[in-house]
């Protein structure tokens, strides 16, 4: 406890960022440090998994020091420790949950694990201190695509998934045919906005007029294809326009999917997590549905939106009050499932 206030001390190293964060009362974060590893893995074009938990083996002690001295708290004011056991890269969660395992057994205190998505979800609690369950999330990352139906803070259902690749994976492997360097989705982005949307016609893929699963892979062979017929035919390749007609067309699938769900289940707030949550069309599209629709918005900080342990301190925060903490056989899972 600080200044009465319930002190979580949250880690995040699921894939490439090892992250500490120090959070009072769920919603008030008083430090997040981010240690990205983005530069190392760029000139391998994507995430090495040995080489990032060997980072996050360095950094992670120095991640924790730098997160309570920022936070101007002593590890005996931690009241939890929450850290995220999976989905993710293993041996990269290894290092996290090792990391909070010593600091619960050591202090005696709570140790909570985190899903990962849950955490992304939690974002938003922090950017948004009224938005309180039930509402409806859209989860895009790197690795996952959901339309997540939260009904507490520990309790959601997921009702949609991807069946192949996460939205975050499409842009990265467009953006690497396209020659724009890893990661690929802020590169899109930025140059989308140069780009014709309606330049090239990808193919819109919904599975069926109800069904709220996801499938990226055919467009990423779309684009595939694409260039190398232009390439064939000896046409140079208009970049902005393949990227904003890729984006365009992965996006309308996206927003549409989500609305239908909204309009579903009659929720009134639509909030959205995860690295992709970035992306200024997917910001700017939802905005105008909602707005027309009479639903409430909530997409955080782009800080907030790729990984951070900030998020993963207010997942902890709302289990550790519910008295739903973890004991120290807890195990990391790679494919931990919502
Ligand atoms: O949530 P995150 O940091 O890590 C995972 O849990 O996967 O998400 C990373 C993903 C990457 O695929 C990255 O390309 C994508 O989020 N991303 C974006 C943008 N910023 C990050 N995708 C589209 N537009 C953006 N502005
Ligand atoms: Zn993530």
Redesign the pocket.
Known sequence: MKDGKTIILGIES??D?TSAAVVADGRTVLSDIISSQIEIHKAYGGVVPEIASRHHLNNINTVVDQALEQAETTINEVDAVGVTYGPGLVGALLIGLATAKAIALCKRIPLVGVH?IHG?ISANYIQYPSLEPPFMALVV????TNIVNVTDYNQCEVLGATRDDAV??A??KVARVLGLGY????K??RIAKKGNPDAVPFKRVYLGRDSLEFSFSGIKTGVLNYVHHEQQLGREIHVPDVAASFQQAVLDVLVDKTMAAVQRYARDTLVVA???A???RLRQMLQQRCDAAGIRLCVPAPVL???NAAMIGCAAYYKYIAGDTDDLSLDAVAGLTL
Request: charged fraction near 20%.
């Open positions: 699921s894939c960022e990962h992304h990352s790197g690795g996952h975050g994976e842009f990265d990661p690929g989705g802020p899109i982005d995860g690295g992709v970035a992306n200024s939106c790729t990984d």
